[in-house]
């Protein structure tokens, strides 16, 4: 049996966008705890660079999934992980903009303006405030946890229908065409 | 005759105001010494907070006007907590043994450039090295008082502002103009 797969752009953003967040978890957390250096400054950059890169994918993914519904799952999955899967892929949508956007904003009431490769400026949604961007470094951090547990989540669950329930399902999000063997 | 004396008089009284006074006392509440420092091309706000000022500038004799600048190192804001640590250590400005950094330029040694432009030569002091600067700057003028406006250009490698690692100037720019803008009163 063939799977019905994603459009090739969904499943080309889907792999840079976890390339991207993959990365940038433990960098996030490797450079956070530096003693401030030339490289630290470099991280952070580079960090902030490659997180807003995610938010603008994310964005492209979430305009062209509204006009490209992916293949139904498949009608043996039972209700209750149907409903699962769309309930993980809507929040991991939701924290491919929150996680981005709450590390521009603590910049930004840091201070700081985040400029997209060192070339682009973007707007500084918030004045300086030193407390609220200390504020916002916590919920940049839990909100991090929160994702981290999610994609974890998210990579079992492919691992179970690849290996356990050998049903395709990791077919649908590849790149290569393979005639899957079930 | 008596409508000309009063037309001498009033001019007269009014000359002070008029024409150009000698201006040296420093308003603080409403002067203020900053900077822009680049970070990975990121522009970041910082100033000094606390500074004397010993300056004597008249428009239509600028080569009478002189200027010393002391600014109180210590006083430093980099714009964030971490900077402000970072900026006081040795590598940077060494406060405990620099904590003055002085602008002085001699009498003779501003020159007017035309309009409201002037332009100032002097000397740069920071952690002990010196550097000739010509600082440009601008007169204007708010009720009786003068405004100078204008920006120190600073290449703070020079002076040994960020050493070692530090000195890499992708990182953090060498170029930190210092902007200045001194209201001050008639003497
Ligand atoms: C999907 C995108 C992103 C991911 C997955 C991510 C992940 C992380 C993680 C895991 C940390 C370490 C948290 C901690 O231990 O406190 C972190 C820290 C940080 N992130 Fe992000 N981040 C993203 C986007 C951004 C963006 C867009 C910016 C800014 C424009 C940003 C700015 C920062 C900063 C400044 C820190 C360091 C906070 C500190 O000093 O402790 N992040 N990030």
């Known amino acids: 049996m063939s799977v019905e797969r994603y459009t090739r752009t969904a499943v080309l953003l889907h792999w840079l966008v976890a390339l991207l967040v993959l990365g940038l978890f433990p960098l996030g957390l490797y450079m956070a705890d530096l003693p401030l250096s030339p490289t630290k400054l470099k991280l952070y950059s580079y960090h902030k660079w490659a997180g807003v890169t995610v938010f603008a994918l994310a964005l492209l993914r979430l305009l062209w999934r509204l006009r490209h519904a992916p293949p139904p799952l498949p009608a043996s999955q039972p209700a209750w992980q149907r409903r699962a899967a769309h309930a993980g892929h809507l929040l991991l949508y939701g924290f491919m903009f929150a996680v981005p956007l709450s590390g521009w904003l603590m910049s930004s009431a840091y201070g700081f303006t985040t400029v997209w490769f060192g070339v682009l400026p973007l707007p500084d949604l918030l004045d300086k405030n030193e407390a609220l961007g200390d504020a916002l470094k916590l919920v940049h951090r839990y909100l991090n946890y929160a994702f981290m547990a999610l994609v974890a989540g998210h990579i079992l669950a492919a691992f179970k229908h690849q290996w356990i329930d050998r049903d395709g399902t990791l077919d649908r999000m590849s790149w290569v065409k393979q005639e899957s063997s079930c | ?187």
């Open chain 2, 1 to 187: 005759m008596l409508k000309r004396s009063i037309v001498v008089l009033v001019l007269s009284l009014c000359a002070p105001f008029v024409s150009a006074a000698e201006y040296g006392l420093l308003v603080p509440e409403r002067s203020r010494i900053a900077f822009t420092s680049k970070q990975m091309g990121v522009p970041v706000e910082g100033e000094f907070k606390r500074y004397k000022v010993d300056v004597s500038f008249d428009p239509q004799r600028p080569e009478t006007g002189r200027a010393r600048i002391e600014v109180e190192v210590d006083s430093i804001d980099a714009g964030s907590k971490d900077a402000n640590d970072e900026v006081r250590s040795k590598g940077w400005f060494d406060v405990k043994r620099f904590p003055v950094a002085a602008f002085v330029a001699e009498a003779g040694s501003v020159r007017a450039l035309g309009g409201n432009r002037f332009e100032a030569r002097g000397k740069m002091s920071i952690k002990g090295r010196t550097r000739d600067v010509v600082v440009p700057f601008t007169y204007g003028t708010e009720g009786t008082e003068a405004v100078l406006e204008g920006s120190i250009p600073i290449l703070r490698t020079q002076y040994g502002i960020g050493e070692g690692a530090w000195s890499d100037t992708s990182v953090v720019a060498d170029e930190v103009p210092v902007r200045f803008r001194l209201v001050l009163k008639p003497r």
